[in-house]
């Protein structure tokens, strides 16, 4: 199918799967890299997924909705072979998924998917996404694919049910905490996060509160407590706006480190490291409010 690597076909079913992140879609899937990210896509792509070049990747996250996995989201390659679409590509979680038609190294091969998730030249991208994510939330005993998993499956469900959820649980994303930035970001150049930022959930939870000082140029330069609530992320990335400028958070893998990204400029980037985790919500909550009532009417909401 490649021929010229990247063709309208593949571009158009990406644009596809960049949709199913809006809210309203009936599936969810974030996309996090493709082939069309770097124009020069053979040698990135091997860099980036370790994938020989006779194959390009895509990159992204799935949110299953059963009661078990709903709240884990899984990274997910796809690897599209040369001959694809007449071969099926191959599925590899990366974010570590407890199922019992999932091996331990997260592989589905691409006769997995031929079978089990009835791929034909004619099925999509998203319309293999929207079975992938069926297919992990109704475990089937006809599929297994780990046998260790499955007999607790069967044997003993509270167990199994059990695994899901903690493992859900290290799988999503968690932005609650308290977090000490580093020195990096130029203060002559560009209005910069400082100090210590807190994140606290409100409003039941819908809601992520986000507190902490910045300095640098413009306003910034009066060391102003930024204070925002946002919709809670589901996944480990979301826009924010700091003073105008438009900045990019990333949560890492483990929830460990927020990194704030300027996209138009590397010197204005953050890293912030977590100190607390969102187990001592209590302490996060008490920090978020004194530190808000400290500065008085150098609040910016």
Known sequence: MFGSRLNKELYFQITK????????????????????????????????????????????RIFPNSAIYREGSFRIEIALPAMYPSDPPEIRFLTPIYHISVTDDGRLSSET???????????????????????????????????????????NR????HAVVESDSAA???????????????????????????????ANETKLRI?????????????????????MPKDFKMPFDLFGFSLSLSLSEDSKVI????????QCNTIATRLHSAANRIEVLFSAVLLSSF??????F
């Open 211 to 231: 507190i902490g000082q910045v300095d640098g140029i413009g306003i910034c330069r009066s060391n102003l407590i930024v204070f925002s609530e946002v919709n």
């Open 17 to 60: 799967l960049k949709l199913c992140q809006d809210a309203n879609s009936d599936v969810k899937f974030v996309l996090e890299r493709s082939p069309f990210d770097n124009d020069d896509d053979d040698d990135d792509n091997e860099k980036i997924t370790g994938v020989s070049s006779n194959r390009l990747t895509i990159i992204g």
């Open 259 to 266: 990194s704030a990204i300027n996209p138009k400029d590397s």
């Open 113 to 155: 998917v031929k079978r089990d998730l009835l791929w034909s030249p004619r099925r999509s991208l998203v319309e293999i996404i929207r079975a992938l994510v069926d297919y992990i939330d109704h475990p089937n005993l006809q599929f297994i694919l780990n046998h260790e998993i499955a007999g607790e499956f069967m044997y």
């Open 295 to 300: 500065v008085g009417m150098k609040t910016y």
């Open 172 to 202: 999503a994303p968690d932005w609650i905490g308290i977090w000490s930035t580093d020195t990096k970001c130029n203060k002559l150049a560009c209005c910069c996060l400082f100090d210590q930022i807190t994140t606290s959930a409100v």
């Open 158 to 161: 509270a167990e199994f049910d």
